[in-house]
């Protein structure tokens, strides 16, 4: 890889948040479409709807969870970018400069969701790290750059 990690700089808590919104707009049409395609067929299979349904809720909920980990396990390896991430000139690697593999990324998705449980402490941790590293960052073994103006 071409990238110099060493003299790499960390995205600011701005830049990490426009990045984290953009992805959210993306994630909750995809999250809607799935929604359809569970409350739908469900709604016809059995007359009812499955938010009164104890089981069909909670499994709706799990699968919601594992789209969100696809789409940022996918991007984070293919290109280390989410669409968010590339608006804002950001990529995922590990801590050598090399792209992040499957259990990284995975590593640092579920780092991510710990840091967000606390109030998002995990995310704001970087306003005092002196690398601008967050709990996901530190706890992963991977980080964000800043890249250069194209």
Known sequence: MDFDITRAQSPSLLRRLGAIFYDSLLLVGILMIVTGLVAIPYGLITGGNYYENAMAINLLRLLMVLVVA????????????????????????????????????????????????????????????RNKFAWHDQHSRTRLVLLAKQ
């Open 70 to 129: 696809a789409f940022f396990i996918y991007f984070w390896t293919h290109g280390g970018q989410t669409l968010g991430m590339r608006a804002w000139r950001i990529r995922a690697l590990d801590g050598n400069g090399e792209p992040l593999t499957f259990h990284s990324a995975l590593r640092r998705f579920i780092w991510a969701c710990i840091g967000l449980l606390p109030g998002g402490m995990g995310l704001l941790w970087c306003l005092f790290d």
